[in-house]
């Protein structure tokens, strides 16, 4: 019978920093956070004495002078007057409107272009193939100054509406060479708005929400968990019985008939573009910046969302259809039990990355002239303040907190559906 | 035998199927209206195309080439709708080259036509028959493109040795040192001056190697590795210059010095792409390296630096480029834009070129890891002789769709004021000739980008049938 005794302890040696892997570990990690502190140090210390040089210390107190400089595209109340802050914040909501906008359509047109990409049809198979590889292979830039110019260029002139030359789509839609005028929605009874966060760092960051639409949402959302709360008892009823009470009716009005009866309520209706002097006033004008960007961006995505789903559906196996069908599932359970289910699971992660690029993307505003955040703080606010460190310190880290709260997003979405193997 | 008269005792000859299953109807019918779905959707389709065609077709029939200026043009077109391609005629130089002298042009274009000759060692190993036949075609085009932009009898030389050495199969391996020169080749082709400055540089890294493999089996892997790259750096800050400037004095090697202010066009894309890809190579590897390894703060200084690029749009770091940049270097360094921009998209690209080669390491088996291990080959060499080799093969697709998206994003340098083809285009709309062309310019801009990136998109997928070794 033999032992084994652990190898005797050694005493410590220098050496063994290097040759003990146990050690060797700390050695390295030690000597990589020396060289990484040294290399922040060194460009902290250059940008410090560039600066002082310079004359200008970083100093973040030029947000809230008057910016100075107007911006025609708006979300929110915001006139020259107002503080760098508060342009920045204009420019902000200007980003997320055209994502969230770009995301949307994006979506809808990659999915139909991924599907019927799949069809047998030849031709139709062709025509998005060619709309794929065209919106891939050319650069997105392009793509927004070449809308840019398509939607300046070929429109009529708002004065080619009086002279009878160009009509009004549907007598309520006006596409002009200065942009898209659309019906708005009005409230005759309204509730008025709540503002917030006036009088907070000299009216920086204030904004209104209408109260209409808050009771809107939450009416609508109300039906829309009493919904669910129908379906999960149909869903008890059919575990206990074997029979599902025929329920979607009761949930459709439960959804829609309270929203329609407030909507009655409030008064609404739409409010039209009307050809005054030389140009169209009513209605929500969609600026021509606005419209490049936005149907360029989404267009450019879609192309990247349609091979997405074009992958994800192709990557469901014959097998599984045929497996739900023999099981005794109709086609269209086949597709909301089976199929999508795994469909999504691997479309969604690369979705929402694609989300990021297009969010990212919309930066690319300056080209056009869109007043996004790039536009005001990085363009504008830089320009006229000469403060390059602070507003691109402020740019990127806007930037990257919208970027990671994406994809944190993502992250908890993979947790959740990710299969459990062994 | 009555009841056996019913019995045939030979085939029938087959029938021709029926006219409607088979030539033009038959796969009209299958392809095109086998339901009422499909039929709506060719109609739909249908459509589609003639109000396209219907909408360019007469623009394009109508071409004008020879014509020196907008108004000139329209005289020609009297009226009509129609192209004015004259533009690309005109400016063909400027959209190609910028503002790089034009009796030097030939360089850009050995250093363009030599790039292939430095990539296809990498991309096509062995060659395939119908790439030999290609590879031909192409080293034909690179000599005309060589002679109309008139370069000196030795350049043409040069490339018809370093392409038709790619034939001959001993020595197509060897070409890969050719690849690793070819950064260095490219430097000195473009921006010129002398080229001892050029070849000190490459001494540097000679001269690292050298002691490295003197003082490895002596003095152990780390300190060798230490010493050789103190030297290698010391050569690079001492010597170097001087050196370059010895030498100079006794065999002058130079070309015109051109200043990258100069760069412009396609070539400014093709340079920012290349530079940006071949620099960010390594720096992507050891990214993702200290991504994977279990050293935390090694771990987090890496997954910070790439979450960060990967997190802010480029724009903003073309904005870092162009006003910042020198504010965090030394008081007194002046860089030259264009050089802060090849930095900026070197480190851009780094954290895409990371991701994509984790996700090479990843997918790679667990056991070659642990065989790896088994043999005992330290960390290094399992990486060298057995990791990366098959990580960067798995990796190739990645690569090449992180080299288009970088090559379709040099157009955001026309933003910070760069004459990329996109800045070029405005600078020429606001000229007076060509003042109020719009389509011709962004036309043929798109063409030239979906030219270079489709070809790169197919060279990806037919990699991946390649390198697919499942079933």
Same mark, same amino acid.
């Given at each position: 019978?033999?032992?084994?005794?652990?190898?005797?302890?050694?005493?410590?040696?220098?050496?063994?920093?290097?040759?003990?892997?146990?050690?060797?570990?700390?050695?390295?990690?030690?000597?990589?956070?020396?060289?990484?502190?040294?290399?922040?140090?060194?460009?902290?210390?250059?940008?410090?004495?560039?600066?002082?040089?310079?004359?200008?210390?970083?100093?973040?107190?030029?947000?809230?002078?008057?910016?100075?400089?107007?911006?025609?595209?708006?979300?929110?109340?915001?006139?020259?007057?107002?503080?760098?802050?508060?342009?920045?914040?204009?420019?902000?909501?200007?980003?997320?409107?055209?994502?969230?906008?770009?995301? +949307?359509?994006?979506?809808?047109?990659?999915?139909?272009?991924?599907?019927?990409?799949?069809?047998?049809?030849?031709?139709?198979?062709?025509?998005?193939?060619?709309?794929?590889?065209?919106?891939?292979?050319?650069?997105?830039?392009?793509?927004?100054?070449?809308?840019?110019?398509?939607?300046?260029?070929?429109?009529?002139?708002?004065?080619?509406?009086?002279?009878?030359?160009?009509?009004?789509?549907?007598?309520?839609?006006?596409?002009?060479?200065?942009?898209?005028?659309?019906?708005?929605?009005?409230?005759?009874?309204?509730?008025?708005?709540?503002?917030?966060?006036?009088?907070?760092?000299?009216?920086?960051?204030?904004?209104?929400?209408?109260?209409?639409?808050?009771?809107?949402?939450?009416?609508?959302?109300?039906?829309? +968990?009493?919904?669910?709360? !129908?379906?999960?008892?149909?869903?008890?009823?059919?575990?206990?019985?074997?029979?599902?009470?025929?329920?979607?009716?009761?949930?459709?009005?439960?959804?829609?008939?309270?929203?329609?009866?407030?909507?009655?309520?409030?008064?609404?209706?739409?409010? @039209?573009?009307?050809?005054?002097?030389?140009?169209?006033?009513?209605? !929500?004008?969609?600026?021509?910046?606005?419209?490049?960007?936005?149907?360029?961006?989404?267009? @450019?995505?879609?192309?990247?969302?349609?091979?997405?789903?074009?992958?994800?559906?192709?990557?469901?196996?014959?097998?599984?259809?045929?497996?739900?069908?023999?099981?005794?599932?109709?086609?269209?359970?086949?597709?909301?039990?089976?199929?999508?289910?795994?469909?999504?699971?691997?479309?969604?992660?690369?979705?929402?990355?694609?989300?990021?690029?297009?969010?990212?993307?919309?930066?690319?505003?300056?080209?056009?002239?869109?007043?996004?955040?790039?536009?005001?703080?990085?363009?504008?606010?830089?320009?006229?303040?000469?403060?390059?460190?602070?507003?691109?310190?402020?740019?990127?880290?806007?930037?990257?907190?919208?970027?990671?709260?994406?994809?944190?997003?993502?992250?908890?979405?993979?947790?959740?559906?990710?299969?459990?193997?062994? | 035998?009555?009841?056996?008269?019913?019995?045939?005792?030979?085939?029938?000859?087959?029938?021709?199927?029926?006219?409607?299953?088979?030539?033009? !109807?038959?796969?009209?019918?299958?392809?095109?209206?086998?339901?009422?779905?499909?039929?709506?959707?060719?109609?739909?389709?249908?459509?589609? +195309?003639?109000?396209?065609?219907?909408?360019?077709?007469?623009?394009?029939?109508?071409?004008?080439?020879?014509?020196?200026?907008?108004?000139?043009?329209?005289?020609?077109?009297?009226?009509?709708?129609?192209?004015?391609?004259?533009?690309?005629?005109?400016?063909?130089?400027?959209?190609?080259?910028?503002?790089?002298?034009?009796?030097?042009?030939?360089?850009?274009?050995?250093?363009?036509?030599?790039?292939?000759?430095?990539?296809?060692?990498?991309?096509?190993?062995?060659?395939?028959?119908?790439?030999?036949?290609?590879?031909?075609?192409?080293?034909?085009?690179?000599?005309?493109?060589?002679?109309?932009?008139?370069?000196?009898?030795?350049?043409?030389?040069?490339?018809?040795?370093?392409?038709?050495?790619?034939?001959?199969?001993?020595?197509?391996?060897?070409?890969?040192?050719?690849?690793?020169?070819?950064?260095?080749?490219?430097?000195?082709?473009?921006?010129?001056?002398?080229?001892?400055?050029?070849?000190?540089?490459?001494?540097?890294?000679?001269?690292?190697?050298?002691?490295?493999?003197?003082?490895?089996?002596?003095?152990?892997?780390?300190?060798?590795?230490?010493?050789?790259?103190?030297?290698?750096?010391?050569?690079?800050?001492?010597?170097?210059?001087?050196?370059?400037?010895?030498?100079?004095?006794?065999?002058?090697?130079?070309?015109?010095?051109?200043?990258?202010?100069?760069?412009?066009?396609?070539?400014?894309?093709?340079?920012?792409?290349?530079?940006?890809?071949?620099?960010?190579?390594?720096?992507?590897?050891?990214?993702?390296?200290?991504?994977?390894?279990?050293?935390?703060?090694?771990?987090?200084?890496?997954?910070?630096?790439?979450?960060?690029?990967?997190?802010?749009?480029?724009?903003?770091?073309?904005? +870092?480029?162009?006003?910042?940049?020198?504010?965090?270097?030394?008081?007194?360094?002046?860089?030259?834009?264009?050089?802060?921009?090849?930095?900026?998209?070197?480190?851009?690209?780094?954290? @895409?070129?990371?991701?994509?080669?984790?996700?090479?390491?990843?997918?790679?088996?667990?056991?070659?890891?642990?065989?790896?291990?088994?043999?005992?080959?330290?960390?290094?060499?399992?990486?060298?002789?057995?990791?990366?080799?098959?990580?960067?093969?798995?990796?190739?697709?990645?690569?090449?769709?992180?080299?288009?998206?970088?090559?379709?994003?040099?157009?955001?340098?026309?933003?910070?004021?760069?004459?990329?083809?996109?800045?070029?285009?405005?600078?020429?709309?606001?000229?007076?000739?060509?003042?109020?062309?719009?389509?011709?310019?962004?036309?043929?801009?798109?063409?030239?980008?979906?030219?270079?990136?489709?070809?790169?998109?197919?060279?990806?997928?037919?990699?991946?049938?390649?390198?697919?070794?499942?079933?």
């Amino acid at each position: 019978m033999s032992s084994m005794t652990d190898t005797p302890r050694q005493p410590f040696r220098l050496s063994m920093l290097i040759y003990d892997s146990r050690y060797r570990s700390i050695t390295i990690q030690v000597v990589a956070l020396i060289g990484f502190i040294a290399g922040v140090a060194w460009i902290v210390n250059n940008t410090i004495q560039n600066l002082a040089t310079l004359g200008k210390s970083p100093d973040f107190g030029f947000l809230l002078e008057p910016a100075g400089y107007d911006i025609n595209q708006r979300l929110i109340e915001y006139h020259s007057q107002m503080t760098h802050a508060r342009a920045a914040f204009v420019g902000l909501l200007n980003t997320l409107l055209v994502a969230v906008a770009g995301c +949307v359509l994006a979506t809808i047109i990659g999915v139909f272009v991924g599907i019927l990409r799949l069809s047998k049809n030849w031709l139709i198979g062709r025509l998005m193939t060619v709309y794929v590889e065209a919106q891939r292979n050319v650069p997105v830039l392009l793509w927004i100054v070449f809308l840019m110019a398509i939607v300046s260029e070929i429109p009529p002139r708002p004065a080619d509406f009086r002279s009878g030359e160009a009509q009004m789509l549907f007598d309520s839609i006006a596409v002009t060479n200065r942009g898209i005028y659309i019906p708005e929605p009005l409230f005759a009874n309204s509730l008025g708005d709540v503002t917030v966060l006036k009088g907070v760092l000299k009216d920086s960051f204030y904004f209104s929400i209408s109260l209409d639409l808050i009771v809107l949402l939450a009416v609508f959302l109300g039906g829309l +968990v009493i919904s669910g709360l !129908i379906k999960r008892r149909a869903d008890r009823i059919q575990e206990a019985t074997g029979e599902r009470p025929t329920t979607w009716y009761l949930r459709l009005g439960i959804v829609f008939l309270p929203t329609l009866a407030v909507l009655y309520m409030l008064g609404f209706h739409l409010g @039209y573009p009307v050809l005054k002097g030389f140009n169209f006033t009513g209605g !929500i004008h969609l600026r021509n910046s606005f419209v490049a960007l936005w149907i360029a961006l989404s267009l @450019y995505t879609a192309a990247f969302i349609a091979e997405i789903v074009r992958a994800g559906i192709m990557a469901i196996s014959r097998g599984q259809t045929e497996a739900a069908a023999a099981l005794g599932l109709r086609g269209g359970k086949i597709m909301s039990l089976v199929i999508l289910p795994q469909a999504l699971r691997i479309i969604i992660p690369p979705l929402i990355s694609q989300y990021l690029n297009l969010t990212k993307n919309t930066s690319l505003a300056i080209a056009v002239g869109y007043m996004d955040i790039t536009g005001t703080l990085g363009g504008i606010t830089l320009n006229q303040t000469g403060r390059e460190l602070e507003c691109l310190l402020l740019l990127m880290l806007i930037y990257l907190t919208i970027s990671l709260s994406i994809s944190s997003v993502m992250n908890w979405y993979n947790e959740r559906v990710k299969l459990t193997e062994r | 035998m009555s009841e056996q008269s019913y019995v045939r005792d030979e085939m029938l000859p087959e029938l021709p199927p029926p006219a409607t299953e088979v030539g033009v !109807i038959g796969w009209m019918r299958e392809n095109l209206f086998s339901g009422w779905l499909n039929t709506i959707l060719t109609l739909a389709g249908i459509v589609i +195309v003639y109000f396209a065609v219907a909408a360019a077709l007469p623009w394009f029939l109508n071409s004008v080439w020879n014509a020196n200026s907008l108004s000139e043009c329209r005289e020609i077109l009297e009226g009509e709708a129609g192209a004015c391609w004259g533009v690309i005629r005109d400016r063909f130089n400027q959209l190609m080259f910028g503002f790089y002298p034009h009796e030097e042009q030939w360089r850009p274009v050995l250093a363009f036509v030599l790039l292939f000759v430095a990539i296809a060692p990498i991309l096509f190993n062995p060659m395939p028959l119908e790439m030999k036949i290609a590879w031909g075609g192409f080293i034909i085009f690179g000599l005309w493109l060589l002679w109309i932009t008139g370069a000196p009898i030795l350049a043409h030389l040069a490339f018809l040795v370093a392409g038709l050495a790619l034939y001959y199969e001993p020595w197509a391996r060897k070409m890969l040192f050719f690849s690793a020169l070819y950064p260095f080749i490219m430097v000195w082709l473009m921006w010129g001056g002398s080229a001892w400055y050029v070849i000190s540089a490459l001494l540097g890294f000679v001269i690292g190697y050298l002691i490295y493999r003197l003082l490895e089996p002596i003095m152990g892997f780390l300190i060798a590795v230490i010493v050789s790259v103190l030297v290698a750096i010391g050569w690079w800050f001492f010597l170097a210059a001087p050196f370059a400037a010895w030498m100079a004095g006794i065999i002058p090697l130079e070309l015109t010095p051109v200043e990258s202010r100069k760069f412009g066009g396609l070539m400014l894309s093709v340079m920012l792409g290349v530079t940006g890809i071949v620099g960010s190579l390594p720096l992507g590897i050891v990214l993702a390296l200290a991504r994977q390894s279990d050293l935390l703060i090694v771990k987090t200084i890496s997954v910070g630096f790439i979450e960060f690029i990967r997190g802010v749009p480029l724009i903003t770091l073309l904005f +870092v480029a162009s006003t910042l940049l020198n504010i965090f270097l030394p008081p007194g360094t002046e860089f030259d834009i264009i050089l802060r921009v090849m930095i900026m998209v070197t480190l851009f690209a780094s954290a @895409y070129m990371a991701e994509v080669i984790r996700g090479g390491l990843a997918a790679l088996p667990r056991g070659q890891y642990e065989a790896a291990d088994a043999l005992g080959l330290d960390y290094w060499k399992a990486q060298r002789l057995i990791i990366m080799p098959q990580a960067l093969k798995i990796s190739i697709p990645g690569i090449v769709s992180t080299f288009i998206g970088l090559f379709k994003d040099t157009t955001l340098v026309s933003i910070i004021g760069l004459l990329d083809m996109l800045g070029l285009a405005n600078a020429i709309r606001a000229t007076t000739a060509w003042n109020g062309i719009i389509w011709e310019l962004y036309i043929f801009i798109a063409f030239v980008f979906f030219i270079f990136c489709f070809a790169m998109s197919r060279y990806s997928m037919y990699l991946e049938r390649k390198l697919q070794t499942g079933h």
